[in-house]
């Protein structure tokens, strides 16, 4: 099957002219051209909106320095709604601190632009639709026709997006198929197999892995004082259809609660490891990526979550491409992005060099979870390069029952089967 489409609306190069004589300095208390304490709201109909900080420009033509705004990922569903109707993109500039959330709570209202967007209807190719300066309309400095007024310089454009959806037909621990969407379509594409062994070591790695353990396991503070207390030897296998594995995630790390507590600590979180065939045997494993999860304290109880993807030089050469953290009640989207991850300053080095890699619905604690998965068609060349996404979605929503607290009991799927086992 063919990718959905979707689009990516991005709004970049974003900078700020104030108006200005030459005798006197910028109208604005507080603003000096070598600071930012300038933002912009950034709207698009419906959509959660977007902030980004604004650089001070005294350039008449390109801008000296400028900084890009999250972009807003339009899905099928979305494309369809606004088909048919131009899409408004609203700006509101504000001078002073941002609130708590990025929001203008103290801040002054300096003018506010719309731009329309009508969307093109091929989706195959890239469209700018805005490059260069406009004037802000309303604010203290923008009213007088007479007087020049703030200037915001930006970028519009989009870009397909095309990506893979795919869904678990049921609680990744149930062990459920995984279907492929596309519109009305629903196929399915992998059959997932869930087991807790606590007898891990001998039994829930291959026995490739288990000759060197030490390389891909952290040992784990006080796991010893924690034996019967701890979340262990969980593994999720991915198969095709034709029942051949294609990918795996395995619990390596116990989920055990710091001393004192009854929660896993960001100082000794539990972890996972990706994996995939390593040839044609399928006894044979080699390691794709890293999941470490744990319970932030904090304002929001949180799941906080680290992934690393491993080098060709093993295990020692791991790099950073997504670290977060989502909400324990409400849940949230687990996603790795490649502008996200360069803003963030994490390295990459899966295919393709910018844009959306993946992302995956995580419901909250208790609550049923069907997790939808979007991978970029950059990243897939085969089924089984989606089948470690799906993977690596399913540890991560598996990584929300393990950072339970540990005196709330488990669901019975979670508990330890003897006799499962992966042949």
Known sequence: MDPCPFLRLLVESLALKLPSSPAKPPPLSGVHPSTTPCFCKIRINTFP?????????SSASAPDTTTSA??????????????????????????GPMGRSCGVRGAKLLGSLHLTIN???????????????LNLRGGPHNNNNNKPSAQLHLVVRSEP???????????????????????????????????????YRSRSLPSDFTKNRS??????????EHQGRDRKGWMIMIHDLSGSPVAAASMVTP?????????????????????????????????WGRLEAWRERGPVDGLGYKVELFSDNGPANRIPIAEGTMSVKKGGQFCIDY????????????????????????????????????????HVTCMADAALFIALSASVDLSMDACRLFSHKLRKELCYHEQDSFS
């Open 49 to 57: 909106s977007h902030t980004a900080l604004l650089p001070l420009s």
């Open 70 to 95: 999250p972009a807003f990922h339009l899905d099928p569903a979305a494309l369809r709604r606004l088909s048919a109707k131009p899409l408004t993109l609203a700006l509101s500039v504000y001078n």
């Open 119 to 133: 969307l093109p209807a091929a989706l195959s190719h890239s469209n700018t639709f805005h490059n260069g300066w």
């Open 161 to 199: 997006d095309p990506r893979f959806v795919f869904q678990f037909g049921g609680e990744p621990e149930c062990s459920p198929v995984v279907f492929q969407i596309q519109g009305n379509i629903r196929q399915p594409i992998f059959s997932c197999k869930f087991s807790a062994d606590r007898n």
């Open 215 to 224: 390389g891909w396991r952290r040992s784990t503070t006080g796991e010893k």
């Open 255 to 287: 989920f055990v609660p710091s001393p004192g507590s009854d929660r896993v600590s960001r100082s000794n979180p539990g972890a996972w490891l990706i994996l995939r065939p390593n040839g044609a045997s399928e006894s044979s494993w080699k390691p």
């Open 339 to 378: 502008k996200v991850m360069k803003d963030a300053g994490l390295g990459s080095r899966l295919p393709g060099e910018e844009g959306f890699v993946m992302g995956s619905t995580v419901d909250g604690e208790g609550k049923v979870s069907k997790p939808v998965v979007q991978v970029g068609a950059q």
